[in-house]
């Protein structure tokens, strides 16, 4: 018998047929060719018993299987890296899923200036070149009582751009109960270290007073004093800490800097969102911090940016460092950034406005009935979805704890919730939920409104796709 290899069309006869026509006209004759060569590659390396053959329903002597692999292949190589999912995890700042979704009016002036010039750095009064770091300033010092503001790349670049600026060489003073990882590997240590700055310890790790920092300061060890909120974690029990107040008294005393990272940016009052209590940049700023770092896109609902707020000549220094030229922000961030800062100017209607703060004060029924629609829509199309009650969260390494009630749907196929979850994120448009014994949750709470209708269609198609 002949060898079956002799039988697979050639490239050349598959892409020059009538049937061809439509994809070399969409995707080029030139990577036509070239994935149809792959598609023949795979089958005659399948024959040749190193795997990857035609597939049992595929005639291998069919032109037609080559041309349908090549075009699954390349439609598949079109689909963007990066794209829109819809998140059903019910935690609202979901750092993997890009944490703040952002305001209409923030989307519009990222579109407005992203295409255009931009007077970027360009004073328009005097016609002569201006600076990227006025932009945002005023909005940030009216909302914070901030003296001066300045925004880069985020908040670990803007620490970074702290610890550099005012404890290159020098002693840092830092509390062994702050110590802290943030996330994605970015520990306080660590990065004090490769800011050039040396880590000076002091107190314990349930316990530090402000006689602990008294010592290093008055020793002359150090050259300021972090402190760093514990955002992402709580301690409980035998704990004190030195408060801001005390800390900026001894600074003040000393001539020393006291920086405040405080990570999460709220601006409004937590009790408007439903949340307990947490500190604010204003907060801080009253309480005698000299610097203050935020994210942009975590409580504040904004871009990612990191935000330092703070006396004047501090912020002063830290503009001047030649490190703030490399964790330098871009225009279509400060324009998101500018946007969502106008927003707050109503408070009235910000909790509506910016998205995170809508869906963290969304209300209870109103989650309630988007679930009970949801699970009609999909009973209709034939899937059993039960109304459960959920437990999000915050997110974004933000409220430690803190659950989030919250309704959503839970679905059990039969082929199994991690099928059924894979078939989600395989769609077109990714969804995103929660494995709950067994049954797979989507949470309504982070569906964005509008995306209730798309939800229902990707649950369909992933329902069938999943066996
Ligand atoms: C999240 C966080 C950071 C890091 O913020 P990014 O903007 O993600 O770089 C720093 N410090 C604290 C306390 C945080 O919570």
Redesign the pocket.
Known sequence: MSDPRSLIPSVDSIVAAEAAADVVARFGRARVVHAVRAAVDAVRAGLSGSGGGPEPHEDMTDPAIYLDRARRALEHAEVPSLRHVINATGVVLH?NLG?APLAEDAVRAMRDVAGRYTNLEFDLDSGVRGSRYVHCVSLLTDLTGAEDALVV???????VLALNTFGQGRGVAVSRGEL?E???G?RIPEMLERAGARLVEVGSTNRTRVGDYVEVVEAGEVAAVLK?????FRITGFTEEASVGELSALCRTHGLPLVH????GLLIDAGALGLPEEPRAVDSLRAGSDIV??????LMGAT???VILGRGAHVARMRKNPLCRALRVDKVTLAGLEATLRLYGDPARVVRTVPTLAMLSADKEALESRARALAEALEHAGIRAEVVATAGAVG???YPGVELASWGVEMRHSAGADALAAALRQGDLPVIGRIVDDGLRLDVRTVLPGQDEALVQCVLEAWRRAG
Do not use: P, Y
């Not at 760093?228 to 992402?232: A, C, G, I, T, Y």
């Not at 770092?293 to 975590?298: C, F, P, W, Y």
């Open positions: 750092t944490r790349n985020n908040a670990a670049a803007a620490l802290v943030i996330g994605g970015f760093v909120h514990r955002s992402n990272d405080l990570g999460s770092v935020v994210s942009g896109d975590k990612q940016a990191g974004g390494g933000t």
